[in-house]
Nanobody
């Protein structure tokens, strides 16, 4: 099993920034990719950003140019730097790790609220 623990969420004003962290532990061998997903009230969970072990990234169109995903392989940690935050970014953000195409692990989620 892989355990994922998110941190860094909170309340921020529009235009502000937050950095989310996700630390992986347990059976962490052969993790091929990690990423961030989010779920707003009344909506389905959606992809925010992913990063592979080789550093390849992809982003949802809604966050391109504002969010940056990165990894610290030595610490088994993935980060999401969120800049120019908008109210529509408000959601619970979940960390994800994948070993194979169909083997996924999820964190408990961290709340991000963007409001004035």
């Amino acid at each position: 099993q892989v355990q994922l623990v998110e941190s860094g969420g909170g309340l921020v004003q529009p235009g502000g920034s937050l950095r989310l962290s996700c630390a992986a532990s347990g059976s962490i061998f052969s993790i091929a990719a990690m990423g961030w997903y989010r779920q707003a009230p009344g909506k389905q969970r959606e992809l925010v950003a992913t990063i592979t072990s080789g550093g390849s990234t992809n982003y949802a169109d809604s966050v391109k140019g504002r969010f940056t995903i990165s990894r610290d392989n030595a610490k088994n940690t993935v980060y999401l730097q969120m800049n120019s935050l908008k109210p529509e970014d408000t959601a619970v953000y979940y960390c994800n790790a994948r070993k194979l195409l169909t083997v996924n692990y999820w964190g408990q989620g961290t709340q991000v609220t963007v409001s004035s």
